[in-house]
Structure formats: structure tokens, C-alpha cells
């Protein structure tokens, strides 16, 4: 059975941090890329961040550039967002996303920025 577990979400003040975590079971995991997207209210879900099977080459949507940072650990089957300097405008769900046929999505996280 696939399972993606995303946590890490909450309720954080403008300037603060939180880290996602994306555990992944019952699927191969370290020969696929995987991503982070987030869905704000009313937008349509966008792409965050993105980590190939070696870890190097991430990609990073311009909005987070210089604050968020994915990483992920193999044996651990596990990918990661460290999300700095939040702003409110980075209040959405976010997802993890296995990027290859057949596609897999986790459940959602919620991180909200607010003070």
C-alpha cells in the first residue's frame, strides 16, 4: 500500500520557520524526483520546489528562492522543506509529489503564516 505522510505544518508568525517532512511507504523511492507544491485558497496548486534522485540540480520557484531549501534523505525515504523567513502570502496546503509514472501525491499539509 502507498503511503505519503506529509507533517510539519502549523501556525508560525511572519519571520518564523517550520520544516515539512514527506515519509514515503510502499513505493521505490530513491530513483525518482521528487517535489514540493502548495495550494493557497482560491489559486490553483503551483509548483514550490523540486529535488532529483542525486539531491543536487533543485529547482525553486521564484517566490521561495533564497528561503525555502529541499533536501532528501534515501534510506530514510523521506523528502524535506525547510521553509524560512515565512511570509502570509506563503500560507497554503502544502504537498509532496513523487514526479514520475504512476504519479503520487501525499494528503496535504496546512502551514499558516500569520500574526
Known amino acids: 500500500q502507498v503511503q505519503l505522510v506529509e507533517s510539519g505544518g502549523g501556525l508560525v508568525q511572519p519571520g518564523g520557520s517550520l520544516r515539512l517532512s514527506c515519509v514515503a511507504s510502499?513505493?521505490?523511492?530513491?530513483?525518482?524526483?521528487w517535489s514540493w507544491y502548495r495550494q493557497a485558497p482560491g489559486r490553483e496548486r503551483e509548483l514550490v520546489a523540486t529535488i532529483p534522485t542525486a539531491g543536487d540540480s533543485t529547482n525553486y520557484a521564484d517566490s521561495v528562492k533564497g528561503r525555502f531549501i529541499i533536501s532528501r534523505d534515501n534510506a530514510k525515504k523521506t523528502v524535506y522543506l525547510q521553509m524560512n523567513s515565512l511570509k502570509p502570502e506563503d500560507t497554503a496546503v502544502y504537498y509532496c509529489?513523487?514526479?514520475?509514472?504512476?504519479?503520487?501525491w501525499g494528503q496535504g499539509t496546512q502551514v499558516t503564516v500569520s500574526s
Open positions: 509529489k513523487r514526479e514520475s509514472f504512476p504519479i503520487y
Open positions: 510502499g513505493l521505490t523511492f530513491s530513483r525518482y524526483t
